[in-house]
């Protein structure tokens, strides 16, 4: 089956920009879009970025994707505390045929 | 406003068959594009992408559990179902459904899928 791997965690302060890595495969990131979702303590996940870097209403510009060959990025800009929470990026699969999910990275802001 | 509920049974016996029900508003399952998906999550891991219904009745199954999945929807009651044979503890698990879209782009020309709204899930113990 297809894997997309993503860091565990990752952190930073207060301000600081931090970007996120998904790392795929030809079937998936290589030759299809990717979607990002933040999910809060206790919360069902929220679309985040979808098309590599389309941003739904209402999502803060200081959250942006990118994609590159097989890998892909969440980059989020003026961190705030708010944004402490864990991040999948899930690409369409053509293999698949559906989203194969990163296995999330927990985002600590110090 | 489109919104989701999954409803189902809170604890279900190991070799037992699990029925969720995903109820919508705020869109049509006949509508061209229109797709309504289920995600797991078992306690403390990640997320895992089941099922897939589009519009047109066409169905995806993660291959992993395709064979005890089945995803069926009923247009005019506003629901999808999600029947899962065989439960086992290691099903335990918050269950979502989600509102499902594509889009298309011209220059270049592809489809992208995406799924933009969750209901806030069910959670569903597998255990003796």
């Known amino acids: 089956q297809s894997m997309v791997t993503q860091p565990p965690s990752a952190s930073g302060t207060p301000g600081q920009r931090v970007t996120i890595s998904c790392s795929g495969s030809?079937?998936?990131?290589?030759?299809?879009?990717v979607n990002w979702y933040q999910q809060l303590p206790g919360a069902a996940p929220k679309l985040l970025i979808y098309?590599?870097?389309q941003r739904p209403s209402g999502v803060p510009d200081r959250f942006s994707g990118s994609k590159s060959g097989t890998s892909a990025s969440l980059a989020i800009s003026g961190l705030q505390s708010e944004d402490e929470a864990d991040y999948y990026c899930?690409?369409?699969?053509?293999?698949?045929?559906?989203?194969?999910f990163g296995g999330g990275t927990k985002l600590t802001v110090l | 406003q489109i919104t989701l509920k999954e409803s189902g049974p809170t604890l279900v016996k190991p070799t037992q068959t699990l029925t969720l029900t995903c109820t919508f508003s705020?869109?049509?399952?006949?509508?061209?594009?229109?797709?309504v998906g289920w995600i797991r999550q078992p306690p403390g891991k990640a997320l895992e992408w089941l099922a897939l219904i589009y519009w047109d009745d066409d169905k995806r199954y993660s291959p992993s559990l395709e064979s005890r999945l089945t995803i069926a929807k009923d247009t005019s009651k506003n629901q999808v179902v999600l029947i899962m044979t065989n439960m086992d503890p290691v099903d335990t698990a918050t269950y979502y459904c989600?509102?499902?879209?594509?889009?298309?782009?011209?220059?270049?020309?592809?489809?992208?899928?995406?799924?933009?709204?969750w209901g806030r899930g069910t959670t569903v113990t597998v255990s003796s």
């Open positions: 899930a690409p369409w699969d053509a293999s698949l045929k559906g989203w194969v």
């Open positions: 030809r079937s998936n990131i290589g030759s299809n879009t």
């Open positions: 098309n590599n870097n």
């Open positions: 989600a509102h499902s879209s594509t889009g298309t782009t011209k220059v270049p020309p592809y489809y992208y899928y995406y799924m933009d709204v």
């Open positions: 705020g869109f049509s399952l006949s509508t061209s594009g229109m797709g």
